[in-house]
């Protein structure tokens, strides 16, 4: 795939009244077109620094960010508008004017504003693609938040960028609202073929949308690749906490050290954690070895999503059977990618 | 029915018409003063703005200088800085008394205030929406015309009609120095002859004046928000 966006060595430094802060140290990063990339990090590790040197809203020090072929930083004043121009931004506070109507909005920065018929179907060909057509003569303060990110989203999209650069977009809107604007963001994507550039501190979203997750912290990033591979593999220690705040399979731990009741083993049984650690398709495997090996499966905690097209998570388990049959059984999910931790054993029957 | 009117206020009475001109110089004054120095201040403050340190051009010797010469004009009292004006005004328009000798000075008085009050106009517009117009690939024109201005335009309402009244009070004061108008018809009559009706007349007509752009500029205000 060609690359939509290609950043190297870059480098941000902020005056402060202690000395130079860094912003951006060294980044790399390489969006190939029609990615959703994920960056993720705690606020102030210069993820949206980062973002705003692809459109040019921030100057860096060194490095180059080259976007569409074109190097930002060597861009004059004008040839920066036009690339802007195929770069649309949405933001977590949605930056809509309250002077303008929803259709004023989206027409704001219409290319062709001479043109009134060609301005006029495109605001209503974006207003019905976001689900707002009945919207078009509403002021943004009689919106909702996800109904104001939705005008945001249509006006970025007026000029068909091939680029969307989305800002902590979902921060501010609640669970069901964030999930509605990512499965429309995931939408456009399909359909569009957009790419595009997450920034968010929510791992949530990352999983959620994304198929390539970039993790910063304090300017650098610590680590990326698929968001399937980081998932399953986390390096660093940011990404290992990140990916423990979206899955609830670590609560067996909290259980383990109290002596829940919930998981008090009986003479041959014994404790595990199973985790989907490869994109094979899933199969029956908990009726499987029930059925092959004799064994009775009682499942403490299941958490399963779908990533990438791949299920990721795992379950808590336990298993009671004859000694030999729980070792086979466990070779057997173990031979189909299955990763096997045995977290506790009954006392030997 | 007028029996109470030429009782309370005799010797205004006897000058209406003199009264009444008085009152439509003053509106001139405040008319033209205002309009002249509205679009010299929202130029001003634009400058001001974009020249700011983290403004959208940001030019400190541009920043730097305008901000001291709307600094210095700012302190020094209106009354004062007529009188210092009076050449300059008799250069450029050819006169310094009257309506017309009187607006110059009002220009020159009004203008620094009125600047300083659409910057914090112009300021209050969200840096996000600034953003956001930079984002979508706007110039810096584009930005302060159909941004800036208009999306401050409820608050610039607003602090106008703070400048207005202020401008009406400064209208009185060029009365002093030869200016004609309200302030004008009161000194002479109600200060120099010991008229107190046209002082008070002069006082009541003010009061209405000052409520009445009030009203409407609370009006625009409303009409402005969404």
């Known amino acids: 795939m060609p690359q939509a966006i290609t950043i190297s060595n870059l480098t941000k430094t902020f005056p402060g009244e202690e000395g130079e802060h860094i912003a951006l140290q060294s980044v790399n990063l390489a969006v190939e077109k029609g990615d959703i990339y994920g960056i993720m990090g705690l606020s102030g590790a210069g993820k949206s620094t980062l973002v705003r040197c692809i459109n040019g809203l921030e100057h860096y020090d060194s490095g180059t960010v080259t976007v569409n072929a074109k190097e930002v930083g060597s861009l004059n004043r004008g040839d920066l508008r036009m690339l802007r121009r195929d770069i649309g931004m949405i933001f977590q506070s949605f930056n809509l004017m309250p002077s303008r109507t929803v259709a004023g909005n989206v027409e704001l920065a219409f290319r062709n504003r001479k043109d009134r018929a060609a301005r006029e179907s495109r605001v209503c060909e974006l207003l019905d693609l976001v689900g707002l057509a009945d919207k078009a003569d509403s002021y943004p303060n009689e919106l909702s938040g996800g109904q104001k990110q939705r005008v945001a989203i249509a006006r970025a999209l007026v000029n068909n960028p091939s680029i969307l650069l989305s800002d902590e977009a979902t921060s501010a809107l609640d669970p069901n609202t964030t999930q509605s604007i990512l499965d429309l963001l995931r939408n456009l994507h399909d359909r569009l073929g957009l790419t595009i550039v997450v920034i968010t501190h929510q791992m949530a979203v990352i999983k959620q949308i994304c198929n390539k997750v970039a993790v910063i912290a304090d300017g650098s990033i610590v680590e990326e690749g698929k968001v399937f591979d980081l998932f399953v593999n986390p390096q660093a220690r940011l990404t290992k906490s990140f990916i423990e705040t979206t899955s609830n399979l670590e609560k067996i731990s909290a259980l383990i050290e109290h002596n829940s009741p919930l998981i008090a083993l009986h003479p041959g049984e014994i404790l595990l954690r199973m985790r989907y650690v490869s994109k094979q398709v899933s199969q029956a495997l908990i009726s499987i070895i029930s059925r092959q090996f004799n064994i009775d499966a009682n499942i403490i905690f299941g958490d399963i999503d779908v990533v990438d097209n791949a299920p990721l998570g795992g379950l808590v388990v336990i298993f009671k059977g004859k000694a030999s049959d729980v070792r086979e059984a466990i070779e057997f999910l173990k031979k189909r990618d299955i990763r096997i931790e045995v977290l506790k054993h009954a006392e030997l029957a | ?226």
């Not at chain 2, 205002?34 to 340190?53: E, M, N, R």
């Not at chain 2, 006169?95 to 910057?119: C, E, K, S």
């Not at chain 2, 208009?150 to 602090?159: C, G, H």
């Not at chain 2, 010991?194 to 609370?218: F, K």
């Open chain 2, 1 to 226: 029915m007028l029996n109470w009117l030429d009782h309370l206020f005799p010797n205004v009475m006897a000058r209406l018409p003199e009264f009444f001109d008085s009152f439509v110089q003053t509106l001139i004054m405040v008319g033209v003063a205002g309009i002249i120095s509205f679009f010299f201040a929202c130029g001003f403050a634009v400058a001001l703005i974009l020249t700011q340190p983290h403004g959208l051009t940001p030019n400190a010797v541009v920043f730097n200088v305008l901000d001291k010469i709307i600094n210095t004009f700012r302190s020094i009292p209106f009354i004062i800085l007529a009188a210092a004006l009076v050449p300059i005004t008799r250069a450029i328009v050819g006169t310094a008394i009257g309506t017309q000798g009187a607006i110059f000075p009002l220009i020159i008085g009004i203008t620094p205030f009125f600047t300083r009050q659409i910057q914090s106009a112009l300021a209050g517009v969200d840096a996000g929406f600034i953003e956001a117009a930079e984002a979508m690939g706007m110039g810096t024109v584009e930005i302060v015309f159909r941004i800036y201005l208009r999306e401050a335009i409820p608050s610039i309402i607003r602090v106008s009609v703070i400048t207005l009244v202020s401008l009406v009070g400064l209208t009185a004061i060029v009365g002093i120095v030869g200016g004609g108008g309200l302030g004008d018809f009161a000194i002479r009559y109600g200060y120099q002859r010991y008229m107190l009706d046209a002082t008070y007349s002069t006082i009541i007509v003010l009061v209405l004046l000052i409520g009445l752009i009030e009203l409407v500029g609370r009006l625009l205000v409303e009409v402005s928000q969404h």
